[in-house]
Every structure is written in C-alpha cells, then in structure tokens.
C-alpha cells in the first residue's frame, strides 16, 4: 500500500527542484569520483552574452494530473556578480498533506559562470533549515553550513571543489548559454556542496505548447554519469529553439514517479 504522506513527501521535494532548476537530481549524497573530470568542464560565456536579466520564468508542477505547485527562477545582476533567486510553494491537495515553502538564490561570476555562493530557506513539511554553502575557490573548497531552525542545531561541512563548477540553481542557464546544436554532448560539474559530472545530450526539435505560447524548442536530456545518483534519475528539458534558449518544459523521472514542469508566463 502507498504511503501518501511519503509519496506526496517526494513530490513536493521535487517541487523544490524547479527552484534549483533541471539539476537538483543529479546531485550525488557522497563526493563524486573523478573520473571524467578532466573532460567536463564550465566554457564562459561568449563575449557581451545577453544575460536574462530581470526575465522571471513561473512554472507549474504537474504530477499524476495534480498540480503539485508553482516555482518561479529570476535573474538580475548585483554588483559585479549574478544572482538568481528561485521559490517553490506547493498548491492544493499536496500543500495539506505536505507544504512546501523554499527560497533559493544563487551567486556566480558573469564571466566565468563559476558559481559562488548558495543560500536556501526551506520549509518541507515539519523541516525547517537554512543552508548556505560558499565555494572556496583559493582553497578548491566547498564550505556548507546549515541550520535547523526548529532545533536551533548547526552544522558545517568542507567537502573537494574541483576548480570551477556551476551549481544547481544556476545549472539551466548554464545549459542555455550554450550552442545546442541537435546531436551535441556536453559534459560539466555541478555541485551542491558535493560535484557531480553532468552528461547532457541535445535530442532533437519539437513542438510544444505550454500556458505560456507555443514554442520550437530543442530537446535535451541530462543526467549524472558518476556519484551516488547514477543511473537513479533522468531530466528532459525543452529550450526555446532561438537565441534566449528558454526552458519552456521539463519532465524529471524518478523512482517514485515523474514530474512535469511548463511555463505558465515569463515577466520582468
């Protein structure tokens, strides 16, 4: 029999995941070997690339025909850095029975797309925490700490940084910064306080039609090819076949099931 606490439980974690984008799946619960590092690497982005700013995506999380909740990701510059901000609230029958209420931001170096720093406030039913992880360039460091804020506990881990890493929120706009041609492979570190190798393959053109338009878009399918994770979930995602590549669709197939996320409207 199906325990709907837990089921819903593992939903709405993957609603979070709009927030942290296409990758959050993909991110392993050990450090991950290192094998294929030397291949995978972040490209900066083209000279004068066109940063999204001030653009907000808002999605819906479908899941057995239920929407699960929204997510909205937004970026805009502060400084000399970009931050993009993301938050997931879960909707419905899903909220009673496991609310779900996170804020994410981001900050990572526009002419590298080296990723610097992770905040997340998370509220996942009874868990209350916020984590923050700070990547440690110099000493090739990543340096998390987290808080329960019901309990008041802290802790704090040091895990390997292998040099430059994009991270989970940031993760899809890294993808979208790249040529994505059909038939191209790509292959870069992500990291979540712990990396992982990300394999991302470019499948073909499609039609789709969302709440928010119809688009052309290319199809891409990601998933991590060491680490704990592997071979344990798989994401596709629909990027607007022109210029802006914007993630109009995404599907995430995990053990418990599969979750699909459309644009319902971009704003600034």
Known sequence: M???KE???GANLFVSAVCTALLVVL??????APANASSAQISPPPPNYPYPDGRAYVYAAEWHLITAGTGTVKMEASGKDRKVTATAESQGVVNVIFPVHDRFEAHFDPRTFCSLS???HSEEGSHK????IRFDHA????????????TGETKQVENDL????????TGFYYLASLPLQVGSSYEFPVSDGKTAIVHAHVDKREQVKTPAGNFSTLLVTAEATNGSLHGKGKVWVWYSDDASHVPVQMRAKLG????LFRLQRIYR
């Open 2 to 4: 199906i325990n709907l």
């Open 7 to 9: 089921h819903f439980r």
């Open 27 to 32: 991110v392993p619960a050990q450090p991950a």
């Open 118 to 120: 992770i905040f997340k």
């Open 129 to 132: 925490r916020e984590t923050s």
């Open 139 to 150: 000493r090739q460091k990543s340096v998390l700490d987290e808080k329960n804020l019901k």
């Open 162 to 169: 292998p040099g430059c890493t994009t991270d989970i929120i």
């Open 256 to 259: 418990w099931g599969t979750l």
